[in-house]
């Protein structure tokens, strides 16, 4: 009877005309008592039950299958990569190709039609290479060679790490390994240019083989090769790609020069004028003139000459030349931003390295370069950690009000310190003010839980409590002197702390009361015939009521 009923729910529920409120409805008026009702619901659950067993032996019998979906499923997520990456790489070589169009060089289509067999596409570098964008975005790049290394201690000459190497038509890309699986299988960790580079062949010795070493002002690195042929064919490669560059540079810039000695029409004029303007000496010395200054640690002469090259190349038209100029300027602005944030990085004892002082000149120099963001995230960070560091220093007090007073006294009191700094540091740039109002409520959420701990106890009175937010209340209403009201979020965060005191303390109060009345013993008094004593008793109430009601 009941495997009957349970393929009569059974069929009923797997049914795709299924109405859930019919169902409800009908159980309502079929089951009247609550046994029945407990019934169904075992006959429910025992259904589920069946069902859930029903689809783990599928899954057990179709594991295979699901493993080969999956795994179909990869691969053609893989394609799709490809797919979109191939369509990008058309889109470059159609740019390319409009771009070629315009020029009558026969020497630079000479030179790109005997480099076309050993090109390769270096869009295919996003696949694999984390934070190389900005390598890819260049117009022209394609890649020549691209291999593993292993970098090596100058000194000791023992193994670093593991790298790859990929060598590209105007420069030497240098990526790490990563620690975490994926498609992505490597970290962008440096870009040299083949014009600022030197190469040395490092003999072989005990110590060392199949060597040589990358000299780019003011770094160098050590590097070995698998074998002796692929040393070689390295060398060869970074030698014949160095010349072929410095070639097409070169039949760029005669071209430009023939084209502006025609003098044929204003645009042809306006392009001579371009070349020559990007030929200045000082324009060419700014990559090596940004490295000695990022080298000597003159960050503000490294801004002012920045400044000074952007100013000189905003009215420029687009070409080939002032792209490869910004490109340059774009690695050293990066390389000289990291510098300076580490500036903002703050010691582990929590304090500034260098002062409040030298924090404002840093984010000066960040919000020139162009980095507002980072910036103001790393000196919201510092400012955290100062007040955690002053916050732990406050010595425990017996008081507990005293303690929690000098501990809003500290925390309020960084608090206004960083608002008066940001306000400094920052200046005009309005856009980052919201960066610094979510942050000090997010530094208040901290303070607050950490002073509930203290204040909230079972030990702790209720009086006591109310003395301890009374006093952070009036730390925080300080801040109003550099304009920003938090008292309100303040009470909304103590707000349920609070009411759970109240609450307590008034329980705690019935309690007593309740024990108070049932311990002590009343004593019926019969007055009726003792009016002397009946008398005594209505004087002493009157006096009593007449006493409370005199101010």
């Known amino acids: ?70 795994k179909d499923i990869s691969s053609l997520e893989s394609e799709m990569y490809q797919l979109s990456h191939l369509m990008h790489e058309h889109e470059v070589l159609t740019q390319n190709l409009q771009v070629l169009s315009d020029a009558d060089g026969s020497a630079v289509q000479s030179s790109d039609s005997s480099e076309k067999p050993d090109k390769q596409s270096i869009a295919s570098l996003l696949e694999t290479v984390e934070g190389c964008s900005s390598v890819t975005e260049v117009p022209g790049r394609y890649l020549v060679h691209v291999s593993h290394l292993v970098e090596l201690d100058q000194e000791s000459c023992e193994a670093i790490q593991l790298v790859r190497a990929f060598l590209i038509n105007d420069s030497l890309m240098i990526a790490s390994l990563k620690k975490r699986r994926g498609p992505v299988r490597y970290m962008f960790q440096a870009l040299y240019e083949l014009d600022n580079m030197a190469l040395v062949d490092i003999k072989d010795s005990e110590l060392v083989q199949n060597a040589f070493k990358i000299l780019m002002f003011p770094d160098s690195h050590l590097y070995q090769a698998e074998n002796h042929s692929s040393k070689l064919q390295w060398i060869q490669l970074l030698d014949s790609t160095k010349q072929k560059h410095k070639a097409v540079r070169d039949a760029v810039k005669k071209e430009a020069d023939t084209i502006a000695s025609g003098k044929v029409g204003e645009s042809l004029v306006r392009e001579q004028r371009q070349a020559e303007l990007l030929a200045v000496d000082w324009l060419k010395e700014v990559p090596e003139s940004l490295d000695v200054y990022v080298a000597q640690r003159e960050f503000e002469q490294a801004v002012c000459l920045i400044e000074k090259t952007k100013a000189y190349l905003k009215d420029f038209s687009d070409s080939h030349a002032l792209r490869d100029v ?53 000196f919201l960070n510092n400012h955290s950690q100062v007040i955690m560091q002053d916050m732990a220093d406050v010595k425990m007090e017996d008081a507990m009000v005293l303690y929690v007073t000098n501990l809003s006294a500290v925390f309020f009191g960084g608090l206004h310190n960083a608002g008066t700094e940001y306000v400094r540091a920052f200046g005009e740039n309005h856009g980052s003010y919201s960066s610094f109002v979510v942050w000090c409520y997010n530094q208040l959420s901290f303070f607050v839980d950490k002073s509930v701990l203290v204040i909230f106890t079972d030990k702790a009175s209720l009086s006591t409590a109310i003395d301890c937010v009374i006093a952070v209340s009036k730390e925080c209403e300080k801040l109003e002197e550099i304009g920003l009201d938090l008292t309100f979020v303040l009470l909304t965060l103590y707000h349920s702390h609070l009411s759970e005191a109240l609450n307590k303390a008034k329980k705690e109060i019935l309690d007593s009361s309740s024990m108070t009345a049932t311990a002590e013993k009343w004593e019926p008094l019969d007055l009726r015939n003792d009016q002397p004593q009946l008398a005594g008793i209505i004087i002493m109430l009157y006096s009593h009521t007449s006493q409370k009601k005199t101010p």
């Open 1 to 70: 009877m009941s495997r009957r009923l349970g393929g009569k729910w059974e069929s009923r529920l797997s049914s795709e005309d299924f109405d859930l409120r019919y169902y409800i409805k009908d159980v309502a008026t079929k089951f009247d008592g609550a046994d029945e009702l407990r019934k169904h619901k075992k006959e429910i659950q025992s259904l589920a039950d069946d069902t859930a067993q029903k689809l783990k032996q599928n899954v057990y019998a179709n594991y295979s299958l699901f493993i080969d979906t999956s």
């Open 326 to 378: 910004r490109a340059r300027l774009n690695l050293r602005i990066m390389q000289l931003s990291e510098v300076v944030m580490k500036e903002l990085e703050s010691s582990p004892s929590g304090s500034l390295r260098g002062g409040l002082r030298a924090a404002r000149k840093a984010v000066d120099l960040l919000l020139r370069l162009g980095r507002a963001a980072k910036a103001c995230q790393l």
